[in-house]
């Protein structure tokens, strides 16, 4: 007895402009199995139409996994993928014309990417990043706007009293300490309060690049970042 054959999900036809505001990409628990190894676990992000998204993570972290399960050429083994409001195609002729539909470019880029980009944030060609995904052991441990990323850290030097001042009450990643100088890096946003308060008690704020937060986030050192501070954020911008 013949199976009927599966008919493959068309590609978009209109503008998902026109239609009301759909997702270019929608991932709700996302799992990729390869038997008894898990390659991804759990993922779940969107992705607005018209932006341009970093996908980052160290090697193996299971960027290319993602991707190809974006194009439709791997299976997921659980969870709901949607590209531009549909399944993804599972035909190269259909994943073509869907791909040129497409309005959101989708970067990959490893650990590595400290080397390659010209400023933090960007791609190679120059064009900033507007939202940032890190992956990590198959996991998302990062998923937030770009401009957000850059202001949620700082690093603080100075005399040790001066900085424990400035510091007390915050979320501190990590501390250094030689003789009577310390260095922290403090989570959250300053205020102009806060700034004045470094500069007549003689610190320096330098605050983290795009990518020192990356390397951050892969460690897993983002955990202790509160919501708060990011509402903070991104309330101001």
């Known amino acids: 007895m013949t199976s009927p ?3 493959p999900a068309d590609p978009p036809s209109a ?3 026109s239609a009301g505001p759909v997702s270019a990409i929608a991932v709700t ?3 990729r199995k390869y038997r008894a190894d898990l390659a991804l676990t759990d993922v779940s992000f969107t992705v607005p139409g018209g932006t341009i998204t970093g996908l980052l993570g160290r090697n193996g972290a299971g960027k290319t ?5 974006l194009a439709g050429q791997e299976f997921p083994s659980s ?3 949607r590209v531009l409001g549909a399944a993804p195609p599972r035909t190269r002729t259909c994943c073509a014309a869907w791909c040129s539909s497409a309005r959101t470019r989708f970067t990959r880029r490893s650990r590595s990417v400290r080397r390659c980009a010209p400023r933090p944030g960007s791609t190679r060609t120059g064009t900033p990043f507007e939202g940032v995904i890190v992956i990590d052991r198959g996991r998302v441990v990062l998923d937030a706007p770009a401009d957000i990323l850059r202001g949620i850290a700082t690093r603080v030097s100075g005399p040790c009293l001066a900085v424990d001042a400035l510091a007390a009450g915050r979320p501190v990643w990590e501390r250094r300490r030689l003789g009577s100088q310390e260095s922290v ?3 959250g946003p300053l205020s102009p309060d806060d700034r004045e308060q470094a ?3 003689g610190l320096d704020l330098t605050p983290l690049s795009l990518q020192q937060v990356v390397v ?3 460690a897993g050192v983002l955990a202790s970042a509160p919501a708060a501070g990011f509402e903070t954020e991104r309330t101001s911008a």
């Open 65 to 69: 996994t993602l991707l190809r399960i």
């Open 199 to 201: 500069r007549s008690s």
């Open 15 to 17: 503008d998902p402009a």
């Open 29 to 31: 628990g996302l799992t």
């Open 5 to 7: 054959a599966v008919r």
């Open 185 to 187: 890096v403090m989570v």
């Open 79 to 81: 969870g709901s993928v």
């Open 216 to 218: 951050q986030a892969a």
